[in-house]
Protein backbone atom coordinates (compact mmCIF):
# COMPACT_ATOMS: atom_id res chain seq x y z
CA UNK A 1 0.00 0.00 0.00
CA UNK A 2 2.64 2.34 0.41
CA UNK A 3 4.35 1.73 -2.58
CA UNK A 4 1.13 2.38 -4.32
CA UNK A 5 0.42 5.65 -2.56
CA UNK A 6 4.47 6.65 -3.55
CA UNK A 7 3.35 5.89 -7.17
CA UNK A 8 0.43 8.07 -6.86
CA UNK A 9 2.21 10.48 -5.41
CA UNK A 10 4.98 10.68 -8.01
CA UNK A 11 2.58 10.54 -10.58
CA UNK A 12 0.49 13.08 -9.72
CA UNK A 13 3.95 15.53 -9.12
CA UNK A 14 4.59 15.03 -12.56
CA UNK A 15 7.58 14.26 -14.80
CA UNK A 16 10.82 13.89 -13.16
CA UNK A 17 14.07 16.46 -14.72
CA UNK A 18 15.64 13.87 -16.48
CA UNK A 19 12.31 13.11 -18.43
CA UNK A 20 11.48 16.82 -19.13
CA UNK A 21 15.11 17.30 -20.26
CA UNK A 22 15.01 14.35 -22.36
CA UNK A 23 11.44 16.04 -24.00
CA UNK A 24 13.42 18.87 -24.77
CA UNK A 25 16.04 17.60 -26.69
CA UNK A 26 13.75 15.61 -28.65
CA UNK A 27 11.77 19.15 -29.69
CA UNK A 28 14.54 21.03 -30.38
CA UNK A 29 15.81 17.86 -32.89
CA UNK A 30 12.72 17.81 -34.21
CA UNK A 31 12.85 21.90 -34.89
CA UNK A 32 16.60 21.41 -36.56
CA UNK A 33 15.21 18.90 -38.84
CA UNK A 34 12.40 20.87 -39.76
CA UNK A 35 14.83 23.77 -40.24
CA UNK A 36 16.85 21.31 -42.52
CA UNK A 37 14.29 20.34 -44.37
CA UNK A 38 12.97 24.22 -45.28
CA UNK A 39 16.63 25.43 -45.89
CA UNK A 40 16.81 22.27 -48.20
CA UNK A 41 13.84 22.72 -50.43
CA UNK A 42 14.37 27.01 -50.30
CA UNK A 43 17.66 25.73 -51.84
CA UNK A 44 16.00 23.25 -54.75
CA UNK A 45 13.40 26.01 -55.52
CA UNK A 46 16.37 28.60 -56.32
CA UNK A 47 18.57 25.77 -57.76
CA UNK A 48 15.95 24.82 -60.44
CA UNK A 49 14.35 28.05 -60.97
CA UNK A 50 17.61 29.85 -61.30
CA UNK A 51 18.30 27.57 -63.98
CA UNK A 52 15.12 28.23 -65.61
CA UNK A 53 15.31 31.43 -65.74
CA UNK A 54 19.53 30.96 -66.89
CA UNK A 55 17.46 29.55 -70.24
CA UNK A 56 15.00 31.95 -70.75
CA UNK A 57 17.39 34.79 -69.90
CA UNK A 58 19.95 33.95 -72.46
CA UNK A 59 17.15 33.94 -75.40
CA UNK A 60 15.64 36.81 -74.07
CA UNK A 61 19.02 38.61 -74.05
CA UNK A 62 19.98 37.82 -77.48
CA UNK A 63 16.67 38.43 -78.93
CA UNK A 64 15.62 41.39 -77.17
CA UNK A 65 18.19 43.27 -74.40
CA UNK A 66 20.99 41.85 -72.13
CA UNK A 67 18.92 43.78 -69.04
CA UNK A 68 15.54 41.85 -69.81
CA UNK A 69 17.61 38.39 -70.02
CA UNK A 70 18.98 39.49 -66.54
CA UNK A 71 15.51 40.41 -64.87
CA UNK A 72 14.35 37.20 -65.97
CA UNK A 73 17.32 35.32 -64.42
CA UNK A 74 16.48 37.25 -61.20
CA UNK A 75 12.87 37.43 -61.45
CA UNK A 76 11.75 33.97 -61.87
CA UNK A 77 13.27 32.67 -58.36
CA UNK A 78 12.02 35.94 -56.82
CA UNK A 79 8.04 34.67 -58.24
CA UNK A 80 8.36 31.11 -57.09
CA UNK A 81 9.22 32.20 -53.75
CA UNK A 82 6.67 34.34 -53.21
CA UNK A 83 4.12 32.22 -54.20
CA UNK A 84 5.81 29.74 -52.42
CA UNK A 85 6.52 31.73 -49.11
CA UNK A 86 3.90 34.50 -49.14
CA UNK A 87 3.93 36.06 -45.95
CA UNK A 88 7.62 36.09 -45.84
CA UNK A 89 7.01 37.70 -49.45
CA UNK A 90 4.81 40.28 -47.81
CA UNK A 91 7.39 41.56 -45.35
CA UNK A 92 9.97 41.71 -48.23
CA UNK A 93 7.67 43.73 -50.48
CA UNK A 94 6.94 46.30 -47.65
CA UNK A 95 11.17 46.37 -47.37
CA UNK A 96 11.80 46.62 -50.54
CA UNK A 97 9.26 49.43 -51.46
CA UNK A 98 10.61 52.44 -50.00
CA UNK A 99 14.00 51.88 -51.79
CA UNK A 100 12.65 50.64 -55.49
CA UNK A 101 13.46 53.83 -56.80
CA UNK A 102 16.77 53.84 -55.79
CA UNK A 103 17.08 49.96 -56.62
CA UNK A 104 15.72 51.03 -59.91
CA UNK A 105 18.12 54.13 -60.82
CA UNK A 106 21.18 52.42 -59.99
CA UNK A 107 20.74 49.12 -62.22
CA UNK A 108 19.27 50.47 -65.20
CA UNK A 109 15.79 52.32 -65.96
CA UNK A 110 14.32 49.57 -67.44
CA UNK A 111 10.55 49.09 -67.58
CA UNK A 112 10.49 45.27 -66.17
CA UNK A 113 12.40 46.56 -63.19
CA UNK A 114 9.66 49.08 -62.82
CA UNK A 115 7.32 45.84 -62.18
CA UNK A 116 9.71 44.14 -59.35
CA UNK A 117 7.28 45.60 -56.87
CA UNK A 118 4.17 43.42 -58.20
CA UNK A 119 6.13 40.51 -58.94
CA UNK A 120 6.65 40.51 -55.34
CA UNK A 121 3.37 41.24 -54.39
CA UNK A 122 0.73 39.12 -56.82
CA UNK A 123 2.61 36.45 -56.20
CA UNK A 124 2.08 36.72 -52.73
CA UNK A 125 -1.28 37.55 -53.01
CA UNK A 126 -2.12 34.39 -54.74
CA UNK A 127 -0.18 32.03 -52.61
CA UNK A 128 -1.75 33.72 -50.07
CA UNK A 129 -5.39 32.81 -51.27
CA UNK A 130 -4.56 29.44 -51.74
CA UNK A 131 -3.35 28.86 -48.28
CA UNK A 132 -6.77 30.39 -47.17
CA UNK A 133 -8.61 28.04 -49.05
CA UNK A 134 -6.53 25.39 -47.91
CA UNK A 135 -7.00 25.91 -44.02
CA UNK A 136 -10.63 26.94 -44.82
CA UNK A 137 -10.26 30.66 -43.56
CA UNK A 138 -12.73 33.13 -45.06
CA UNK A 139 -11.41 35.58 -48.14
CA UNK A 140 -13.66 38.31 -47.53
CA UNK A 141 -12.46 39.65 -44.17
CA UNK A 142 -15.08 42.69 -44.03
CA UNK A 143 -18.65 42.13 -45.43
CA UNK A 144 -19.93 44.83 -45.14
CA UNK A 145 -17.24 46.85 -47.77
CA UNK A 146 -18.00 44.08 -50.30
CA UNK A 147 -20.95 46.10 -51.63
CA UNK A 148 -19.43 49.16 -52.17
CA UNK A 149 -16.74 47.70 -52.92
CA UNK A 150 -18.48 45.22 -55.82
CA UNK A 151 -20.31 49.08 -57.03
CA UNK A 152 -16.67 50.56 -57.34
CA UNK A 153 -15.55 47.63 -59.79
CA UNK A 154 -18.68 47.34 -61.95
CA UNK A 155 -18.82 50.89 -62.68
CA UNK A 156 -15.10 50.91 -63.05
CA UNK A 157 -15.51 47.71 -65.36
CA UNK A 158 -18.64 50.09 -66.87
CA UNK A 159 -15.83 52.58 -68.06
CA UNK A 160 -13.27 49.72 -69.48
CA UNK A 161 -16.08 48.71 -71.88
CA UNK A 162 -17.75 51.75 -73.30
CA UNK A 163 -15.43 54.18 -73.03
CA UNK A 164 -12.02 52.80 -73.90
CA UNK A 165 -13.65 49.83 -76.04
CA UNK A 166 -15.23 52.32 -77.77
CA UNK A 167 -12.21 54.18 -77.98
CA UNK A 168 -10.07 50.64 -79.52
CA UNK A 169 -13.09 50.80 -82.44
CA UNK A 170 -12.26 53.87 -83.53
CA UNK A 171 -9.95 54.51 -86.86
CA UNK A 172 -6.66 55.05 -86.50
CA UNK A 173 -5.37 58.69 -86.47
CA UNK A 174 -2.54 57.80 -88.79
CA UNK A 175 -5.49 56.51 -91.48
CA UNK A 176 -7.16 59.96 -91.50
CA UNK A 177 -6.32 62.46 -94.22
CA UNK A 178 -4.67 65.85 -93.43
CA UNK A 179 -5.98 68.10 -90.32
CA UNK A 180 -9.39 67.98 -90.39
CA UNK A 181 -10.94 68.74 -87.18
CA UNK A 182 -13.32 67.17 -85.07
CA UNK A 183 -12.98 64.38 -86.49
CA UNK A 184 -12.19 61.79 -83.35
CA UNK A 185 -9.65 58.52 -84.20
CA UNK A 186 -7.53 56.14 -81.69
CA UNK A 187 -4.92 57.26 -80.63
CA UNK A 188 -2.31 54.14 -79.05
CA UNK A 189 -4.05 51.55 -77.55
CA UNK A 190 -7.05 52.44 -75.02
CA UNK A 191 -7.79 48.68 -74.12
CA UNK A 192 -4.23 48.16 -72.92
CA UNK A 193 -4.17 51.65 -71.59
CA UNK A 194 -7.72 50.69 -69.47
CA UNK A 195 -6.29 47.80 -68.31
CA UNK A 196 -3.19 49.48 -66.79
CA UNK A 197 -5.04 52.41 -65.22
CA UNK A 198 -7.52 49.36 -63.68
CA UNK A 199 -4.59 48.26 -62.23
CA UNK A 200 -3.21 51.53 -60.91
CA UNK A 201 -7.12 52.67 -59.60
CA UNK A 202 -8.12 49.14 -57.63
CA UNK A 203 -4.73 47.17 -57.95
CA UNK A 204 -3.62 47.17 -54.50
CA UNK A 205 -7.04 46.53 -52.63
CA UNK A 206 -6.61 42.82 -51.81
CA UNK A 207 -4.09 44.18 -49.83
CA UNK A 208 -6.41 44.79 -47.01
CA UNK A 209 -6.55 40.95 -47.06
CA UNK A 210 -3.24 40.50 -47.29
CA UNK A 211 -3.02 42.44 -44.32
CA UNK A 212 -5.26 41.05 -42.48
CA UNK A 213 -3.48 37.39 -42.54
CA UNK A 214 -0.37 38.40 -42.11
CA UNK A 215 -0.59 40.21 -38.71
CA UNK A 216 -1.54 37.18 -36.60
CA UNK A 217 -0.90 38.77 -33.33
CA UNK A 218 0.24 42.06 -31.01
CA UNK A 219 3.94 41.05 -31.30
CA UNK A 220 3.58 41.40 -34.97
CA UNK A 221 1.61 44.06 -34.78
CA UNK A 222 4.02 45.54 -32.99
CA UNK A 223 7.30 44.26 -35.36
CA UNK A 224 4.80 46.32 -38.17
CA UNK A 225 4.59 49.13 -36.12
CA UNK A 226 8.53 49.09 -35.22
CA UNK A 227 9.80 48.39 -39.54
CA UNK A 228 7.71 51.26 -40.42
CA UNK A 229 9.81 53.21 -37.61
CA UNK A 230 13.16 51.82 -38.84
CA UNK A 231 12.67 52.44 -42.33
CA UNK A 232 11.78 55.80 -42.05
CA UNK A 233 15.09 56.85 -39.87
CA UNK A 234 17.08 54.82 -42.65
CA UNK A 235 15.46 56.39 -45.66
CA UNK A 236 15.87 60.12 -43.84
CA UNK A 237 19.33 59.68 -43.22
CA UNK A 238 19.72 58.53 -46.52
CA UNK A 239 18.12 61.30 -48.38
CA UNK A 240 19.83 63.64 -45.58
CA UNK A 241 23.36 62.42 -46.84
CA UNK A 242 22.03 62.97 -50.67
CA UNK A 243 21.26 66.64 -49.48
CA UNK A 244 24.64 67.37 -48.08
CA UNK A 245 26.68 65.48 -51.28
CA UNK A 246 24.89 68.11 -53.44
CA UNK A 247 25.71 71.25 -50.77
CA UNK A 248 29.45 70.36 -50.38
CA UNK A 249 29.43 70.44 -54.11
CA UNK A 250 29.87 65.94 -54.31
CA UNK A 251 26.92 66.56 -56.96
CA UNK A 252 26.02 69.09 -58.79
CA UNK A 253 22.27 69.19 -59.54
CA UNK A 254 20.53 71.40 -62.08
CA UNK A 255 22.67 74.19 -60.03
CA UNK A 256 24.73 74.75 -63.28
CA UNK A 257 21.94 74.80 -66.00
CA UNK A 258 20.51 77.81 -67.84
CA UNK A 259 17.14 79.05 -68.78
CA UNK A 260 14.23 76.90 -68.25
CA UNK A 261 16.77 73.64 -66.97
CA UNK A 262 17.24 75.56 -63.44
CA UNK A 263 13.44 75.04 -62.72
CA UNK A 264 12.86 71.37 -63.54
CA UNK A 265 13.43 68.14 -62.03
CA UNK A 266 15.88 66.14 -64.01
CA UNK A 267 17.57 62.38 -64.08
CA UNK A 268 20.52 63.20 -65.18
CA UNK A 269 20.72 65.67 -61.85
CA UNK A 270 20.43 61.98 -59.91
CA UNK A 271 22.45 62.02 -57.04
CA UNK A 272 23.53 59.04 -53.92
CA UNK A 273 19.79 57.66 -54.25
CA UNK A 274 16.75 58.38 -55.58
CA UNK A 275 15.54 59.36 -58.89
CA UNK A 276 15.20 62.85 -60.74
CA UNK A 277 15.87 65.82 -58.68
CA UNK A 278 16.07 69.77 -58.85
CA UNK A 279 18.73 71.40 -56.96
CA UNK A 280 19.08 74.89 -58.14
CA UNK A 281 19.86 76.76 -54.80
CA UNK A 282 20.77 80.19 -56.62
CA UNK A 283 16.98 80.51 -57.61
CA UNK A 284 15.39 78.90 -54.44
CA UNK A 285 14.35 75.58 -56.20
CA UNK A 286 15.38 72.67 -54.24
CA UNK A 287 13.14 69.56 -54.81
CA UNK A 288 14.54 66.15 -53.86
CA UNK A 289 13.26 62.46 -54.08
CA UNK A 290 15.05 60.78 -51.35
CA UNK A 291 14.86 56.99 -52.21
CA UNK A 292 12.08 56.99 -54.05
CA UNK A 293 11.80 58.25 -57.85
CA UNK A 294 10.54 61.05 -58.36
CA UNK A 295 10.64 64.70 -55.20
CA UNK A 296 6.68 64.44 -54.61
CA UNK A 297 6.82 60.87 -53.62
CA UNK A 298 9.48 61.13 -51.09
CA UNK A 299 7.17 64.25 -49.62
CA UNK A 300 4.12 61.43 -49.38
CA UNK A 301 6.99 58.99 -47.77
CA UNK A 302 7.26 61.35 -45.39
CA UNK A 303 3.65 62.44 -44.74
CA UNK A 304 2.91 58.90 -44.30
CA UNK A 305 5.93 58.27 -41.49
CA UNK A 306 4.14 61.14 -39.53
CA UNK A 307 1.73 58.74 -38.67
CA UNK A 308 3.70 55.90 -38.33
CA UNK A 309 6.32 57.32 -36.08
CA UNK A 310 3.99 59.01 -33.71
CA UNK A 311 2.06 55.54 -33.65
CA UNK A 312 5.72 54.22 -32.27
CA UNK A 313 6.52 57.27 -30.12
CA UNK A 314 3.34 57.07 -28.28
CA UNK A 315 1.55 53.65 -28.38
CA UNK A 316 4.91 51.41 -28.36
CA UNK A 317 4.95 49.43 -24.57
CA UNK A 318 8.70 49.43 -24.82
CA UNK A 319 10.41 52.92 -23.47
CA UNK A 320 13.15 52.22 -25.72
CA UNK A 321 11.08 51.96 -29.05
CA UNK A 322 9.09 54.87 -27.71
CA UNK A 323 12.02 56.63 -28.14
CA UNK A 324 13.29 55.33 -31.34
CA UNK A 325 9.79 57.05 -32.57
CA UNK A 326 10.58 60.21 -31.64
CA UNK A 327 13.57 60.00 -33.41
CA UNK A 328 11.95 58.76 -36.24
CA UNK A 329 9.57 61.93 -35.71
CA UNK A 330 12.10 64.37 -35.33
CA UNK A 331 14.06 63.12 -38.52
CA UNK A 332 10.89 63.21 -40.51
CA UNK A 333 10.20 67.02 -39.84
CA UNK A 334 13.65 67.82 -40.63
CA UNK A 335 13.52 66.19 -43.94
CA UNK A 336 10.06 67.93 -44.48
CA UNK A 337 12.12 71.40 -44.54
CA UNK A 338 15.70 70.00 -45.77
CA UNK A 339 13.68 67.93 -49.04
CA UNK A 340 12.31 71.00 -50.22
CA UNK A 341 8.48 69.80 -50.44
CA UNK A 342 6.53 72.63 -49.71
CA UNK A 343 3.64 69.75 -49.39
CA UNK A 344 5.25 68.04 -46.44
CA UNK A 345 6.34 71.09 -44.89
CA UNK A 346 2.90 72.10 -44.40
CA UNK A 347 1.56 69.07 -43.45
CA UNK A 348 3.87 66.88 -41.27
CA UNK A 349 3.44 69.86 -38.55
CA UNK A 350 -0.36 69.86 -39.16
CA UNK A 351 -0.77 65.79 -39.23
CA UNK A 352 1.11 65.74 -35.67
CA UNK A 353 -1.54 68.35 -34.04
CA UNK A 354 -4.60 66.68 -35.73
CA UNK A 355 -3.08 63.59 -34.19
CA UNK A 356 -2.73 64.81 -30.48
CA UNK A 357 -6.59 65.91 -30.56
CA UNK A 358 -8.30 63.06 -32.10
CA UNK A 359 -6.15 59.98 -30.70
CA UNK A 360 -6.59 61.96 -27.29
CA UNK A 361 -2.46 62.18 -26.61
CA UNK A 362 -2.40 65.44 -25.93
CA UNK A 363 -3.76 64.71 -22.41
CA UNK A 364 -1.92 61.82 -21.90
CA UNK A 365 0.97 64.38 -20.05
CA UNK A 366 3.40 61.95 -19.26
CA UNK A 367 3.98 60.38 -22.19
CA UNK A 368 3.12 63.61 -24.01
CA UNK A 369 5.55 66.30 -21.97
CA UNK A 370 9.06 64.44 -22.41
CA UNK A 371 7.94 63.65 -26.20
CA UNK A 372 7.19 67.36 -27.10
CA UNK A 373 10.34 68.14 -25.29
CA UNK A 374 12.52 65.98 -26.51
CA UNK A 375 11.44 66.49 -30.11
CA UNK A 376 11.58 70.58 -29.51
CA UNK A 377 14.77 70.05 -28.54
CA UNK A 378 16.15 68.03 -31.65
CA UNK A 379 14.06 70.64 -34.12
CA UNK A 380 15.96 73.53 -32.09
CA UNK A 381 19.38 72.06 -32.82
CA UNK A 382 18.70 71.81 -36.32
CA UNK A 383 16.89 74.86 -36.79
CA UNK A 384 19.92 76.91 -34.94
CA UNK A 385 22.35 74.39 -37.38
CA UNK A 386 20.66 75.42 -40.58
CA UNK A 387 18.67 78.68 -40.16
CA UNK A 388 18.78 79.65 -43.59
CA UNK A 389 17.53 76.95 -44.98
CA UNK A 390 14.17 76.83 -42.38
CA UNK A 391 13.85 80.58 -43.20
CA UNK A 392 14.24 79.52 -46.80
CA UNK A 393 11.67 76.62 -47.03
CA UNK A 394 9.00 78.82 -45.11
CA UNK A 395 9.11 81.98 -47.60
CA UNK A 396 8.88 79.42 -50.03
CA UNK A 397 5.98 77.87 -49.05
CA UNK A 398 4.25 81.44 -48.41
CA UNK A 399 5.09 82.54 -51.81
CA UNK A 400 4.04 79.32 -53.43
CA UNK A 401 0.48 79.54 -51.38
CA UNK A 402 -0.37 83.21 -52.15
CA UNK A 403 0.87 82.54 -55.69
CA UNK A 404 -1.54 79.70 -55.88
CA UNK A 405 -3.56 78.62 -53.35
CA UNK A 406 -4.44 75.27 -52.95
CA UNK A 407 -8.65 75.94 -52.78
CA UNK A 408 -8.23 77.99 -56.29
CA UNK A 409 -6.19 74.99 -57.69
CA UNK A 410 -8.36 71.93 -57.24
CA UNK A 411 -11.47 73.81 -57.66
CA UNK A 412 -9.61 75.09 -61.59
CA UNK A 413 -8.56 71.19 -62.14
CA UNK A 414 -12.33 70.39 -61.44
CA UNK A 415 -13.55 73.08 -63.87
CA UNK A 416 -10.80 71.80 -66.37
CA UNK A 417 -12.01 68.18 -65.80
CA UNK A 418 -15.86 68.73 -66.04
CA UNK A 419 -15.35 70.67 -69.18
CA UNK A 420 -13.42 67.77 -70.79
CA UNK A 421 -16.16 65.37 -70.15
CA UNK A 422 -18.94 66.83 -71.92
CA UNK A 423 -21.55 65.66 -69.77
CA UNK A 424 -20.31 61.93 -69.47
CA UNK A 425 -21.07 59.94 -66.61
CA UNK A 426 -18.49 57.32 -67.14
CA UNK A 427 -15.38 59.43 -67.84
CA UNK A 428 -12.80 59.42 -70.15
CA UNK A 429 -11.19 55.97 -69.97
CA UNK A 430 -9.39 54.34 -67.48
CA UNK A 431 -5.89 55.42 -67.79
CA UNK A 432 -6.39 58.75 -69.54
CA UNK A 433 -5.01 60.64 -66.50
CA UNK A 434 -2.16 58.24 -65.70
CA UNK A 435 1.24 58.97 -65.85
CA UNK A 436 2.19 55.05 -66.10
CA UNK A 437 -0.14 54.56 -68.85
CA UNK A 438 1.07 57.12 -71.07
CA UNK A 439 3.38 54.16 -73.14
CA UNK A 440 -0.30 53.30 -74.74
CA UNK A 441 -1.27 56.59 -76.01
CA UNK A 442 -1.96 60.33 -75.11
CA UNK A 443 -2.76 61.07 -71.08
CA UNK A 444 -4.00 64.45 -69.65
CA UNK A 445 -1.89 65.86 -66.60
CA UNK A 446 -4.55 66.49 -64.06
CA UNK A 447 -2.96 66.90 -60.34
CA UNK A 448 -5.76 66.72 -58.06
CA UNK A 449 -6.85 63.24 -56.84
CA UNK A 450 -10.66 63.44 -57.27
CA UNK A 451 -10.66 65.28 -60.36
CA UNK A 452 -8.76 62.86 -61.66
CA UNK A 453 -10.76 59.98 -60.68
CA UNK A 454 -13.80 62.20 -62.41
CA UNK A 455 -11.48 62.69 -65.81
CA UNK A 456 -10.92 58.64 -65.93
CA UNK A 457 -14.62 57.50 -64.71
CA UNK A 458 -16.79 60.10 -64.67
CA UNK A 459 -18.94 61.52 -62.11
CA UNK A 460 -20.73 57.90 -61.36
CA UNK A 461 -17.40 56.66 -60.83
CA UNK A 462 -16.28 59.57 -58.47
CA UNK A 463 -19.28 58.98 -56.70
CA UNK A 464 -18.80 55.41 -56.01
CA UNK A 465 -15.12 55.66 -55.06
CA UNK A 466 -16.46 58.33 -52.34
CA UNK A 467 -18.74 55.63 -51.18
CA UNK A 468 -16.39 53.26 -50.78
CA UNK A 469 -13.52 55.17 -48.87
CA UNK A 470 -16.32 56.07 -46.91
CA UNK A 471 -17.48 52.73 -46.05
CA UNK A 472 -13.82 52.02 -45.04
CA UNK A 473 -13.71 54.92 -42.82
CA UNK A 474 -16.89 54.50 -40.74
CA UNK A 475 -15.70 50.11 -40.73
CA UNK A 476 -11.97 50.81 -39.37
CA UNK A 477 -13.28 53.47 -36.85
CA UNK A 478 -16.06 50.80 -35.03
CA UNK A 479 -13.09 48.62 -35.65
CA UNK A 480 -10.31 50.31 -33.64
CA UNK A 481 -12.96 51.94 -30.90
CA UNK A 482 -14.31 48.26 -30.18
CA UNK A 483 -10.39 47.39 -29.01
CA UNK A 484 -10.14 47.44 -25.10
CA UNK A 485 -6.20 47.08 -24.88
CA UNK A 486 -4.56 50.41 -24.12
CA UNK A 487 -1.37 49.66 -26.57
CA UNK A 488 -3.51 48.59 -29.44
CA UNK A 489 -6.34 50.95 -29.26
CA UNK A 490 -3.75 53.65 -29.41
CA UNK A 491 -1.92 52.68 -32.38
CA UNK A 492 -5.51 51.81 -33.95
CA UNK A 493 -6.07 55.52 -33.33
CA UNK A 494 -3.04 56.66 -35.35
CA UNK A 495 -3.60 54.36 -38.46
CA UNK A 496 -7.47 55.54 -38.59
CA UNK A 497 -6.66 58.79 -38.93
CA UNK A 498 -3.81 58.25 -41.46
CA UNK A 499 -7.32 56.40 -43.44
CA UNK A 500 -9.49 59.28 -42.91
CA UNK A 501 -6.78 61.76 -44.06
CA UNK A 502 -6.17 60.05 -46.95
CA UNK A 503 -9.61 59.40 -47.51
CA UNK A 504 -10.87 62.88 -48.37
CA UNK A 505 -7.64 64.91 -49.71
CA UNK A 506 -7.69 65.59 -52.86
CA UNK A 507 -4.42 67.52 -53.31
CA UNK A 508 -2.27 65.31 -55.92
CA UNK A 509 -3.09 61.73 -56.34
CA UNK A 510 -1.18 59.98 -53.53
CA UNK A 511 -3.77 56.77 -53.84
CA UNK A 512 -2.28 56.61 -57.41
CA UNK A 513 1.29 55.56 -56.44
CA UNK A 514 3.79 54.39 -54.03
CA UNK A 515 3.85 54.74 -51.39
CA UNK A 516 0.38 56.02 -50.35
CA UNK A 517 -0.96 53.30 -52.72
CA UNK A 518 0.28 50.93 -50.55
CA UNK A 519 0.34 52.04 -46.98
CA UNK A 520 -3.19 53.01 -47.05
CA UNK A 521 -4.99 49.80 -48.21
CA UNK A 522 -2.54 47.87 -46.04
CA UNK A 523 -2.75 49.79 -42.45
CA UNK A 524 -6.75 49.42 -43.41
CA UNK A 525 -6.30 45.34 -43.37
CA UNK A 526 -4.37 46.04 -39.97
CA UNK A 527 -6.98 48.04 -38.51
CA UNK A 528 -9.95 45.66 -39.22
CA UNK A 529 -7.81 42.81 -37.77
CA UNK A 530 -7.54 44.92 -34.49
CA UNK A 531 -10.74 43.42 -32.61
CA UNK A 532 -9.63 39.79 -32.99
CA UNK A 533 -5.89 40.53 -31.45
CA UNK A 534 -7.39 42.19 -29.41
CA UNK A 535 -9.84 39.32 -28.56
CA UNK A 536 -6.57 36.84 -28.27
CA UNK A 537 -5.30 38.94 -25.70
CA UNK A 538 -8.07 38.72 -23.15
CA UNK A 539 -8.17 35.15 -23.77
CA UNK A 540 -4.46 35.05 -22.91
CA UNK A 541 -5.34 37.24 -20.15
CA UNK A 542 -7.83 35.01 -18.70
CA UNK A 543 -5.91 32.12 -18.80
CA UNK A 544 -2.84 33.51 -17.34
CA UNK A 545 -5.76 34.43 -14.38
CA UNK A 546 -7.18 30.99 -14.17
CA UNK A 547 -3.55 29.50 -14.05
CA UNK A 548 -2.38 32.26 -11.06
CA UNK A 549 -5.79 31.58 -9.32
CA UNK A 550 -5.32 27.75 -9.65
CA UNK A 551 -1.71 27.30 -8.44
CA UNK A 552 -1.67 26.12 -4.75
CA UNK A 553 -0.14 28.42 -2.58
CA UNK A 554 3.24 26.50 -0.55
CA UNK A 555 2.92 25.48 3.21
CA UNK A 556 6.06 26.06 3.62
CA UNK A 557 6.17 29.64 3.13
CA UNK A 558 3.05 30.14 5.62
CA UNK A 559 5.25 28.50 7.88
CA UNK A 560 8.14 30.65 7.75
CA UNK A 561 6.09 33.79 7.79
CA UNK A 562 4.77 32.31 11.45
CA UNK A 563 8.28 31.62 12.74
CA UNK A 564 9.33 34.65 11.42
CA UNK A 565 6.31 36.49 13.41
CA UNK A 566 6.93 34.57 16.15
CA UNK A 567 10.71 35.19 16.03
CA UNK A 568 10.02 39.50 15.81
CA UNK A 569 7.50 38.82 18.91
CA UNK A 570 10.89 36.91 20.95
CA UNK A 571 13.08 40.15 19.47
CA UNK A 572 10.36 43.03 20.93
CA UNK A 573 10.37 41.35 24.27
CA UNK A 574 13.81 40.82 24.25
CA UNK A 575 14.13 44.49 23.07
CA UNK A 576 11.85 45.49 25.96
CA UNK A 577 13.76 43.74 28.89
CA UNK A 578 17.52 45.16 27.63
CA UNK A 579 15.24 48.59 27.81
CA UNK A 580 14.54 48.28 31.09
CA UNK A 581 18.20 46.58 32.27
CA UNK A 582 19.81 49.44 30.85
CA UNK A 583 17.72 52.17 32.19
CA UNK A 584 18.38 50.49 35.64
CA UNK A 585 22.01 50.98 35.09
CA UNK A 586 21.84 54.54 34.59
CA UNK A 587 19.00 54.99 37.39
Not at 445 to 469: A, D, N, R, S
Request: charge should be positive; charged fraction near 15%; glycine fraction near 8%.
Amino acid sequence: MVKGRSKSKSSKKGKTPSETTTLNLKQQLAQKRRAQRARKEVIQIITMTAAFGAIIGVLLALVVDPKAGAAAVAGLPCLVLSYKYPRKALWAFMIYMPFSGTIIYSIGNSPLLQLAKDGIYIPALIGLLQQCKQERKPIIVAKSLMLPLGIVCASSLLTLLFANGSQQLLPPCSDLPGMRRGITCEDGQPILMGILGLKVFLGYIPLIFCAYYLIRSKKELLFLSRMFTVLAIICCSLAFIQYMMLKTGRCAGTQFRHGAALFKASLDARCFVGGSLLYSPQVGQIRLPGTFVAPWQWGWFLISNAFFSFATAFSDPSARWRSVGLGAMASVFVLAVVSGQRIALALVPTVTLILLVLTGQVTNLKRFLPILGGLGLLLGIAATAFPEVVQERIDSLIGRWEAAPADDFILNQFAFTWHRLRGSLIGLGLGRATNSARVFGKTSLVETWFPKVMHEVGPLGLLTFLVFVTAITVLTFKAYRSVKNKDLRSIGASYWVLILFISYQTYYYPLDVDPVAVYYWLITGVVLKLPEINRQEQEELEKLEAAQANEPQPKKKRGMKASKKGKGKRQKGKGKRQTVFSTGLHG
